[in-house]
């Protein structure tokens, strides 16, 4: 089955210290992909998202994610982590031509100051 | 704008009753669906629209109902609550049915308890 898959389940980290999360999909052909991230207590939002051309996308508050077709990966990256990262991060894609999107069991992210 | 506005935020039900969340968005979207979230499992499709008088089953399907008779509306029924539906519940839209086209949109969420 067409699915998204994120194989951190929580990650405990220093203010500062580097962030990459985890995101692997299994659909063959066009994809659209993206990290949404969840604070305590709040819906959804996006992070970034990609759907073609360069395969580095750069999304708020300095997160970016690298589409790697090779891969199968779409990993988030961040250079260093603030408190206010702590919140939960959800990947999810979609096939081209689609119109379900699917979700990863999503990562906790716990910064510690 | 409002978004995609959902109520109630949170609700209480015991086992049997019925109940229906409501979802509405004003942006003229589309494709809507709804998500449970849980624990562990992340958001998982229930169903989801294409426009007026299309909907179909995502995921998770059963004990749930909706319709969609109007852009805006896209309501979401339990017939039967049973505690297995205890849920944190999300309704989210997008522009156009193209996937290609953009983003979800998320509404704040609907904490259901069922006892």
């Known amino acids: 089955a067409q699915s998204v898959s994120q194989h951190n389940h929580h990650v405990i980290l220093s203010e500062a210290a580097s962030l990459e999360l985890g995101c692997n999909y299994s659909?063959?052909?066009?994809?659209?992909l993206f990290w949404y991230v969840q604070y305590p207590g709040q819906h959804l939002q996006l992070l970034l998202k990609y759907f073609s051309g360069d395969p580095l996308v750069k999304g708020i508050k300095g997160f970016e994610a690298e589409f790697i077709k090779s891969k199968f990966s779409f990993n988030l990256r961040k250079p260093s982590v603030q408190w206010s990262d702590t919140a939960e991060y959800f990947c999810a894609g979609i096939p081209g031509g689609y119109q379900k999107v699917t979700f990863g069991t999503g990562t906790k992210l716990q910064v510690i100051p | 704008n409002a978004g995609v506005t959902q109520t109630p935020k949170f609700q209480v039900l015991k086992t049997g009753q019925s109940m229906t969340l409501q979802c509405a968005q004003d942006m003229n979207h589309e494709y809507m669906s709804w998500y449970r979230q849980d624990p562990g499992m992340g958001l998982r499709l229930i169903h989801y629209?294409?426009?007026?008088?299309?909907?179909d089953q995502g995921e998770v399907p059963n004990g749930y109902n909706v319709s969609r008779s109007t852009t805006e509306d896209f309501p979401l029924r339990l017939l039967s609550a049973a505690p297995s539906q205890t849920s944190v519940y999300f309704c989210?839209?997008?522009?156009?049915?193209?996937?290609?086209?953009?983003?979800?949109?998320f509404g704040e969420g609907s904490r259901l308890t069922v006892l």
């Open positions: 989210a839209s997008r522009l156009n049915v193209d996937s290609t086209t953009g983003e979800l949109f």
């Open positions: 659909y063959g052909g066009t994809v659209n």
């Open positions: 629209s294409v426009g007026a008088g299309i909907t």
